[in-house]
T-cell receptor, first 111, second 115 residues
Framework: DAKTTQPNSMESNEEEPVHLPCNHS???????IHWYRQLPSQGPEYVIH???SNVNNRMASLAIAEDRKSSTLILHRATLRDAAVYYC????????????FGEGTQLTVNP | EPEVTQTPSHQVTQMGQEVILRCVPI?????FYWYRQILGQKVEFLVS????????KSEIFDDQFSVERPDGSNFTLKIRSTKLEDSAMYFC?????????????FGNGTRLTVT
């Protein structure tokens, strides 16, 4: 099962860091961890992905636990435009590029 | 930054009619996908397409659905005889490579309303 577990919702204040957790305790060695987000009335937007090492890009950082059973998406300074549903997805090598979306975490950013 | 574009943004059709949803993937991408999201529900995979054939499809993608790449730029999803339960947002996506390491780039969707 490619299931991940995320909190239903989180709140943050503008310009503060946000740490969005994800559990994927049954992850296998070749599964990548992808994060996407979906702003209201838009399609999913790729944020970041990784396998074992921590990853950084212009949008966010991804911290992956040493045992790979959990990961954290870090938004360094939240803005109002970061309010969205964030999806943590375990991308199985056997599934090719097929992504299984869960419920995600609804992030609210307070001004 | 290149993006996936979808047309129309909103399509209203009557039950039993055929609809074609259109997508222009990112130009150098080779793998194409359709997903859908019924209002208030999860984003669901429908089909993946590569080299002019379906690579994988979900149980949702039955005989009423078909996909086509009619030319070098467009990628279409056809629903032959729409049902009320086909009402949803339909998202097209593309990627440069296949595999769990390759991110997908999504369009902003077509809202299909079947009356």
């Amino acid at each position: 099962d490619a299931k991940t577990t995320q909190p239903n919702s989180m709140e943050s204040n503008e310009e503060e860091p946000v740490h969005l957790p994800c559990n994927h305790s049954t992850i296998s060695g070749t599964d990548y961890i992808h994060w996407y987000r979906q702003l209201p009335s838009q399609g999913p937007e790729y944020v970041i992905h990784g396998l074992t090492s921590n990853v950084n890009n212009r949008m966010a950082s991804l911290a992956i636990a040493e045992d790979r059973k959990s990961s954290t998406l870090i938004l360094h300074r939240a803005t109002l435009r970061d309010a969205a549903v964030y999806y943590c997805i375990r991308a199985k090598e056997t599934s090719g590029s097929r992504l299984t979306f869960g419920e995600g975490t609804q992030l609210t950013v307070n001004p | 930054e290149p993006e996936v574009t979808q047309t129309p943004s909103h399509q209203v059709t009557q039950m039993g009619q055929e609809v074609i949803l259109r997508c222009v993937p990112i130009s150098n991408h080779l793998y194409f996908y359709w997903y859908r999201q019924i209002l208030g529900q999860k984003v669901e995979f429908l089909v993946s397409f590569y080299n002019n054939e379906i690579s994988e499809k979900s149980e949702i993608f039955d005989d009423q659905f078909s996909v086509e790449r009619p030319d070098g730029s467009n990628f279409t999803l056809k629903i032959r005889s729409t049902k009320l339960e086909d009402s949803a947002m339909y998202f097209c996506a593309s990627s440069s490579r296949r595999g769990s390491y390759s991110p997908l780039h999504f369009g902003n969707g077509t809202r299909l309303t079947v009356t």
